[in-house]
């Protein structure tokens, strides 16, 4: 239990493109789902944090218009990136949360696989 | 600020060797503290957390103490296998929950038969 899925796994694009990325939970209903960055063999950086039905917010320095998040459903978040440039490509992972889902009063943070994006 | 410090990768151990991967925090205030695994091709997975000072978390054979003198988190098993080769993840975070997870650059183990 407790999976989340993320889509595509591997995107490659052109500068100037618009990228979308889907994050699902599968079998249960987040209240909560977060953005995260990863570069090269750094830390996982927030990006947003999205409450379904309601905007997100965003970390400090993270663009808004650059990076618009869509959490439409208890299940589905998506992460848009606008007009990508190189310095876009990274590695994304989203992360899903709702109370007691694996253990009762638990607030546990359920993680995509990732999705690897790269801007020619 | 706060902020998460592992050391750095690859730790490369033969199967049964004992494993540390060493872990401090910077923060203001009391925050709690987590494990996590990322097996090749997966999400992360919580390994194991503690939420206050002298907590004693521990899952899979893996430890990790919370030591607020030395503001450490070290990551212990006394003989590895190869199926725990994966990236290994310390975070903290406020409010008692998982909110707002600052997590440390990461660390890969790689163990060999």
């Known amino acids: 239990g407790a999976v989340v899925s993320q889509h595509p796994s591997r995107v490659i694009c052109k500068s100037g493109t618009s990228v979308k990325i889907e994050c699902r939970s599968l079998d249960f209903q987040a209240t909560t789902m977060f953005w995260y960055r990863q570069f090269p063999k750094q830390s996982l950086m927030l990006m947003a944090t999205s409450n379904e039905g309601s905007k997100a917010t965003y970390e400090q320095g993270v663009e808004k218009d650059k990076f618009l998040i869509n959490h439409a459903s208890l299940t589905l978040s998506t992460l848009t990136v606008t007009s990508a440039h190189p310095e876009d490509s990274s590695f994304y992972i989203c992360s899903a949360q709702s109370l007691g889902v694996r253990v009762a009063g638990d607030n546990e943070q359920f993680f995509g696989p990732g999705t690897r994006l790269t801007v020619l | 600020g706060n902020s998460v410090t592992q050391m750095e990768g690859p730790v490369t151990l033969s199967e049964e060797a004992f494993l540390t991967i060493n872990c401090t925090y910077t923060?203001?205030?009391?925050?709690?503290l987590f494990w996590y695994v990322q097996y090749p091709g997966e999400g992360l997975q919580l390994l194991l957390k503690?939420?206050?000072?002298?907590d004693k978390g521990s899952n899979k054979g893996f430890e990790a103490t919370y030591r607020k003198e030395t503001t450490s988190f070290h990551l212990e098993k006394g003989s590895v296998q190869v199926s725990d080769s994966a990236v290994y993840f310390c975070a903290l975070s406020f409010s008692g929950g998982y909110n707002k997870l600052i997590f440390g650059a990461g660390t890969r183990l790689a163990v060999h038969p």
């Open positions: 923060a203001t205030g009391y925050p709690s």
């Open positions: 503690a939420t206050k000072a002298d």
